[in-house]
Nanobody, 132 residues
Framework: QVQLTESGGGSVQAGESLRLSCRVSGYIRMSYCMGWFRQTPGNQREAVATTYGGGDSTWYADSVKGRFTIVQDRAENTAYLQMDTLKPEDTAMYYC?????????????????????????WGQGTQVTVSS
């Protein structure tokens, strides 16, 4: 059974940093894309970053480029979202998600899509609040 468990959310001031973690279980020895998404009340869930182990496969939303970094540590079965220079508009519930994909040693751009409907497994969410 696949399980994703997030941690690391909290309340910070604008300009500060947070690191979210997502521990993945059940995908052992499988190949998968990881994604981080966020949602605010009354709005659709939006993709923040996706990756298949880094490199060309990594994608960021324009709103977080240069400030957020997604890392997938396969050895630890954990994905991270390092969030720097946080802004009040980053306030949201953050979710990690995973979907199995065919194994590749050369993940191309676009391998890990940004559409939330493509992801099968989701964490419970962790709240991030940024005050000005």
């Amino acid at each position: 059974q696949v399980q994703l468990t997030e941690s690391g959310g909290g309340s910070v001031q604008a300009g500060e940093s947070l690191r979210l973690s997502c521990r993945v279980s059940g995908y052992i020895r499988m190949s998968y894309c990881m994604g981080w998404f966020r949602q605010t009340p009354g709005n659709q869930r939006e993709a923040v970053a996706t990756t298949y182990g880094g490199g060309d496969s990594t994608w960021y939303a324009d709103s977080v480029k240069g400030r957020f970094t997604i890392v997938q540590d396969r050895a630890e079965n954990t994905a991270y979202l390092q969030m720097d220079t946080l802004k009040p508009e980053d306030t949201a519930m953050y979710y990690c998600a995973a979907v199995a994909v065919p194994f590749t040693t050369s993940p191309p751009p676009g391998l890990c899509v940004s559409s939330d409907s493509a992801y099968n497994d989701w964490g419970q969410g962790t709240q991030v609040t940024v005050s000005s």
